[in-house]
């Protein structure tokens, strides 16, 4: 014949249920570790913007790939001006350079110049990277040094024949 059905519910295989309390108190747990990872995050993380505190990254996405040649072929204001570019090559890319090598030469930036020998050659281009150079060193945000450099250093283009 048929077997009984019992009103007795089957155990549940040694698992208890999660009671409402554990529940509640796990989900505060995470809820309290979140604010403070969240709180970390936000007190740590670098602001995105130069400012005098926080000078323009030296390093970075660089329009000009190609290396700085190496400090230790040139001497005094020539090598001085080549450590200062490899030291701060994404400040010295952001550079218009100003004796027109872009318009003359086909440079893309003011660091393409010294990336061959034309840096060692030109007064103009290491005029702008030992001023530049000495700008970041005070502190100032990329913007700052841009609009520095670009006044004093702006003249209008000639063309050399």
Do not use: W
């Not at 000078?55 to 090598?79: C, D, H, M, W, Y």
């Not at 990336?115 to 103009?124: F, Y």
Request: aromatic share 12%; with cysteine.
């Amino acid at each position: 014949m048929g077997k009984r059905k019992s009103n007795r519910k089957k155990k549940n295989s040694g698992q208890k249920p999660v009671s409402r309390k554990a529940f509640r108190t796990a989900s505060a747990f995470i809820a309290v570790i979140l604010m403070v990872l969240g709180g970390v995050y936000f007190y740590t993380k670098p602001s995105g913007r130069a400012t005098a505190s926080n000078p323009a990254p030296a390093t970075g996405q660089l329009i000009e790939n190609r290396p700085v040649l190496s400090s230790a072929l040139f001497t005094g204001k020539t090598a001085l001006a080549y450590k200062y570019a490899a030291e701060i090559p994404k400040v010295i890319d952001s550079q218009f350079c100003y004796c027109y090598c872009k318009k003359d030469h086909g440079h893309k930036t003011l660091l393409t110049c010294f990336t061959t020998m034309h840096g060692s050659k030109c007064e103009t281009c290491m005029d702008e990277v030992i001023y530049a150079y000495g700008l970041y060193q005070d502190g100032k945000s990329l913007d700052e040094i841009v609009v520095a450099v670009d006044k004093k250093f702006y003249r209008p283009y000639k063309r050399h024949l």
